[in-house]
């Protein structure tokens, strides 16, 4: 059983300290946007204001390092907000911001991740040039998912939804250069965690009869 399947529960129901509080109330906020995006702008929010939850969620049960689960909570929260208030097509240069920012933090999420499952080596020791060419292959994988859900949706849920062929390319640049910065510090962002390791439970053995 990998360590990350072994810490998940503990670490998730730890007690916050210093700033892990900043994080959580980010959570809690993220939480109840759900209901109050669905109310007001359909399921359509609701289904992205779900994906950011569940952005959100992850860092915790991963111990993230403060700052970058601070951050990461941050970011995600403000991109889904940004969906539901029509930010990326009525705010210029919005759109590739948060591309920039929020894909190459989840970035080096998923090397944490991968780190953690022993698919890539240990990401606080990785690198600087490894760490740099895993996010930034990452990001790009990151962002070709994100345009093929934006696409699904315009062609079969909400025709309101923007994409575009410069759009697309644009946002895939913006990803994967986010990727490539932040993959810079991948080994900062990587360290520091707070996970929790299970209680040992010591058995005795029965008495023979």
């Known amino acids: 059983m990998t360590s990350i399947v072994r810490t998940a529960g503990p670490t998730f129901l730890r007690r916050p300290h210093g700033i892990e509080w900043v994080a959580d109330v980010l959570r809690v906020l993220t939480l109840l946007s759900i209901p109050v ?22 860092p915790r049960i991963l111990g993230l390092r403060p700052g970058f689960d601070v951050a990461l909570c941050l970011l995600a929260l403000v991109a889904g907000w940004s969906s539901a208030l029509e930010w990326y097509t009525s705010v210029p240069g919005w ?17 944490v991740i991968a780190s953690d499952l022993k698919i ?34 315009h062609d079969f849920l909400d025709s309101t939804i923007f994409v575009g062929y410069d759009d697309t390319i644009g946002d895939l640049l913006a990803d994967g250069a986010g ?6 510090v991948a080994r900062w962002c990587a360290s520091d965690r707070r996970t929790v390791e299970p209680p040992v439970r010591s058995w005795r053995q029965s008495p023979a009869v």
């Not at 702008?41 to 994906?51: C, K, N």
């Not at 760490?131 to 934006?150: D, K, R």
């Open 179 to 184: 990727a490539v910065v932040v993959g810079i």
């Open 120 to 153: 890539l080596p240990d990401a606080t020791r990785m690198r600087v040039v490894v760490a740099v060419a895993v996010c930034g292959t990452i990001g790009l994988a990151i962002g070709a998912v994100w345009e093929m859900f934006e696409w699904v949706g």
């Open 95 to 111: 759109d590739k911001l948060i591309h920039f920012l929020l894909v190459g933090a989840l970035a080096v999420l998923v090397v």
């Open 37 to 58: 995006a669905t109310i007001v702008w359909g399921p359509i929010a609701f289904a992205v204001m779900s994906l950011t939850l569940f952005g959100v969620i992850v």
